[in-house]
């Protein structure tokens, strides 16, 4: 069993104050990646993409899933599992708390070394980059999934505070259409995710029953380059915890 990495500074420190603290829905993606932890080491990941960072806890563990049993072909790229996790989040205060995280688990794993947090607007501080090279081994959502008034998301992503991580529109899935819709941005009749998401790679999403999250999982294979399914089912309190697994086909 991969411990939980060290979070209690989350939630202390007035400094983190609008940083979304490890909750169920978090543990529910820490599960399914240790699941599957098989699955990604086998695919030797190079790099790893997280979405809204938050406390850091999903990127930290995941380098301890990886560090559990390096596969060959990372060790000879040097380091333990030789993958590089860019931790995304519009909130400096996120990127903060994930630094620290990073670093406090350190002595578990090198993920100080290997967790990158960058400031951006869900993928938009590397699409200019990645989009042409579909270099995304794996990426990980845990998105604003609450169902809310537009307005009400809109206000809170411009805020960028604590209210950002649970506002997610109407359906709750606003930030996810931008992600998995083919006409959600300029990519030649492709979605985003199959735009940036590497042969082979990986997605893990986080979703509530409000959600539809079989109907997020039709939406995905819709295309003929993803394969997906649900991965774990959840209950926690009134919510019921959802996690999808999206393939891109492809070697």
């Known amino acids: 069993m991969i411990p939980t990495p060290d979070t209690s500074h989350v939630g202390k420190e007035p400094a983190y104050r609008s940083v979304y603290e490890p909750a169920e829905d978090t543990f529910a993606l820490l599960d399914a990646l240790e699941a599957d932890a098989e699955r990604i080491r086998a695919r030797a990941p190079r790099l790893c993409v997280e979405i809204g960072c938050g406390s850091g806890v999903v990127s930290a563990f995941f ?8 596969s060959p072909s990372a060790v000879k790229r040097g380091g333990t599992s030789g993958c590089l996790v860019v931790a995304l989040d519009q909130n400096e205060s996120a990127l903060r708390c994930t ?3 990073a670093a406090r688990n350190s002595s578990r ?3 100080s070394r290997l967790i990158e947090p960058v400031r951006s607007n869900m993928l938009s501080a590397l699409h200019s980059r990645l989009a042409q090279k579909a270099s995304i081994d794996v990426l990980l959502f845990n998105p604003p999934y609450v169902p809310t008034t537009d307005e009400e998301e809109a206000q809170a992503q411009s805020q960028r505070g604590i209210a950002s991580s649970w506002a997610g ?11 998995v819709s083919p006409d959600s941005a300029d990519t030649k009749g492709k ?7 590497a042969p082979g790679g990986l997605f893990y999403l986080v979703a509530i029953a409000q959600n539809n999250p079989e109907g997020l999982v039709d939406r995905l294979k819709q295309s003929s380059l993803l394969d997906a399914e649900i991965v774990l089912k959840r209950r926690a309190g009134r919510e019921h915890l959802f996690i999808i697994r999206a393939t891109k086909i492809g070697t």
């Open 169 to 179: 529109g109407v359906l709750g899935t606003r930030l996810v259409d931008e992600l």
């Open 191 to 197: 979605s985003l995710l199959e735009e940036v998401l």
């Open 63 to 70: 380098q301890a899933v990886l560090d559990g049993e390096a």
């Open 99 to 101: 630094a620290e995280t």
């Open 109 to 111: 794993s090198s993920s």
